[in-house]
Nanobody, 125 residues
């Protein structure tokens, strides 16, 4: 059974940076597509960024493309989301999700088999 554990969320000011971590237990990263989602109060869950299992190709939502970077560390079995130039509209609970298949579209949350518990990111002055 695959388990995902997120960490790194906190309260920061606009313009600050954060790095979120998603540690994967029960399988190895090159067998899993891992995607970061976020959900703000009253809004639908949305895909933020994805890293594919096969060749570590990366994908981003348009509004984070120039600011966020997804990466993975095979030795740590961890996927990271580096978030720079944070804005108040980035405030949300961030979840990582994984699946042994390539999910198309990558932002379709209903297709992911495994989910973490989420970590809160708050951007406010």
């Amino acid at each position: 059974q695959v388990q995902l554990v997120e960490s790194g969320g906190e309260s920061v000011q606009p313009g600050d940076s954060l790095r979120l971590s998603c540690v994967v237990f029960g399988d190895i990263l090159d067998r899993l597509t891992v995607t970061w989602f976020r959900q703000a109060p009253g809004k639908e869950r949305e895909g933020v960024s994805c890293i594919s299992h096969s060749d570590a190709s990366t994908y981003y939502a348009d509004d984070v493309k120039a600011r966020f970077t997804i990466s993975r560390d095979a030795a740590e079995n961890t996927v990271y989301l580096q978030m720079n130039s944070l804005k108040p509209e980035d405030s949300a609970v961030y979840f990582c999700a994984a699946d042994p298949r390539w999910v198309a579209p990558w932002s379709d949350s209903y297709e992911y088999s495994y989910w973490g518990q989420g970590t809160q990111v708050t951007v406010s002055s």
